[in-house]
């Protein structure tokens, strides 16, 4: 890097499991975001064809914060996550000479190895500033068709409260205390793995009276099961909402997407901060989520790990580049992944990583030089039979009063439910091949609801060839990393 060159503050605004549809400036009547809108209008590119590398949070989080895809070094369960010796994105940024502060969950790093080497502050709010929403689940019974469905609803916060003090807030408040706060002598990092949109369906006032539900899109109904994966049955049958009328289901979805609502205004007063302290120009902005959320389609809530439905896999991801580099606002239908991510922001901070990885930065893109970038993108989860280490049992998901028993309970079976899978999807079409049950195929134009596996359609035969020898290329391209550093031979 020349003398010359400044290195841009970067924010990491990562909400968790906010599905990609629900954003206003992308034509969901329903969302309420003005603070995304007005920024993409302005100051940033939207990428309406986003999508995440696994559809659960460890899995995703390990990938994008490495440029890996879960397969390179077995990131593929919630309980697998990045040890010291492997490279980390804010690693490399403390290296570089960032200052880095982190404020919010983990889900990324082995928590025994502590956070020293990846950010200089781990932000921990006062007790007395955060509390955690509970314990008004509103769940009922076993029998119930609410014990797991996570939704609660209007939360109540006291008279004198503008809003429900949990660790979000209390995030987002530490975020804009060190923005006013700042080094005068580093480069800033800040990454905000904030809990919202994740379930419970749970929010305060303003916010959860703000969205009409007559607004809401249509739902993706229960399609006829067969050719779906059993993964989805599964859940289905234990999760127990056969029942739910779509009032009901607008009240979960109208919840869920007022909990995004309250995440915009969070956003908007981050950004508001930098304007204030003179830094936003210099500032490199990221707004993605790690992976999406059913929100009632197909008669489900929550996600799963080795399902790939646009609901899950696609996701918001929003980029504002710092003073110098070219910009043109507004969306792009562009194919990106989340592995892009870490290819971004070391071009933009010119550094030099010093390992391989997959992504590929997406500044040309974002300044409007180019309209394409990936020509299909790719999401993988699952185990093999017999890989028990890989099937996530915990006391936790094993308790059938665990909201998560549903999804714990048919993940540790060793029939085909939690079978290995991988995705690979290109504007048109989305084929998973499944190891041990019935691969899929969809044609996304006509069925952009994925309620008919077409996977043995005559018609599609050609297509599906192409499917499988790009997917086949994405493995021989990206199956190992090979260190930089080489051995010396005696």
């Known amino acids: 890097m020349t003398a010359k060159m400044k290195r841009p503050h970067i924010i990491l605004f990562n909400p968790d499991q906010w599905r990609g549809d629900v954003l206003g400036h992308l034509r969901n009547p329903a969302a309420r975001t003005p603070n995304l809108d007005q920024f993409v209008a302005e100051d940033a590119v939207s990428f309406s064809h986003a999508f995440c590398q696994n559809p659960v949070c460890t899995p995703s989080r390990c990938s994008f914060m490495t440029g890996w895809y879960p397969h390179v070094r077995g990131h593929r369960t919630m309980y697998h996550m990045l040890k010291p010796d492997e490279p980390m994105l804010l690693k490399k940024l403390k290296e570089a000479g960032y200052y880095v502060w982190w404020g919010g969950k983990n ?4 928590p025994e190895s502590g956070y020293d080497e990846y950010c200089d502050v781990k932000h921990v709010p006062p007790d007395s500033t955060a509390r955690m929403f509970g314990p008004d689940w509103r769940r009922g019974e076993p029998h119930e068709d609410t014990f797991y469905s996570f939704y609660v609803g209007n939360i109540e916060k006291a008279s004198e409260e503008t809003h429900y003090p949990d660790s979000d807030w209390a995030h987002i408040h530490g975020a804009i205390d060190l923005i006013h706060n700042a080094p005068s002598d580093q480069p800033i990092c800040i990454y905000l793995p904030i809990l919202y949109p994740h379930p419970p ?30 993964m989805l049955t599964g859940l289905r049958d234990k999760m127990q909402l056969n029942g739910w009328t779509e009032q009901r289901w607008d009240e979960l979805r109208a919840t869920y997407y007022a909990m995004c609502a309250r995440v915009d205004e969070q956003f908007g007063l981050l950004v508001q901060a930098l304007k204030d302290t003179g830094i936003y120009e210099d500032t490199a902005i990221f707004f993605f989520s790690d992976h999406g959320d059913f929100t009632g389609d197909y008669g489900l809530v929550e996600k799963t790990q080795n399902t790939f439905e646009d609901c899950l896999t696609r996701v918001p991801f929003i980029v504002k580049p710092p003073a110098g580099q070219p910009l043109k606002p507004g969306i792009s239908d562009a194919m990106i992944e989340l592995v892009d991510l870490c290819a971004t922001i070391y071009d933009f901070a010119d550094i030099d990583e010093g390992y391989t990885h997959f992504g590929r930065s997406l500044r040309d893109v974002i300044g409007g030089q180019l309209t394409e970038h990936r020509d299909a993108v790719f999401s ?17 998901n094993e308790d059938r009063n665990s909201l998560y028993w549903p999804r714990g309970e048919t993940q540790r079976s060793e029939g085909p439910e939690h079978t290995k899978a991988t995705m690979i999807r290109t504007i048109r079409f989305k084929y998973v091949r499944r190891f041990d049950e019935q691969d899929e195929l969809y044609d996304l134009v006509q069925d952009p609801g994925e309620t008919h596996n077409r996977i043995n359609d005559p018609s599609l035969s050609q297509e599906l060839l192409q499917l499988k020898e790009r997917m086949l290329d994405f493995y021989q391209e990206t199956c190992d990393i090979v260190p930089h550093q080489r051995a010396q031979r005696e």
């Open 107 to 110: 889900d990324l790093i082995d």
């Open 201 to 230: 369906y749970a929010v305060e006032e303003p916010w959860y009276s703000s969205i009409n539900r007559s607004l809401l899109p249509p739902r993706v109904s229960e399609p006829s099961w067969e050719g779906k994966p059993s």
């Open 380 to 396: 993988e989860g699952g185990r093999m039979r017999g890989e028990f280490h890989c099937n996530e049992s915990t006391p936790f």
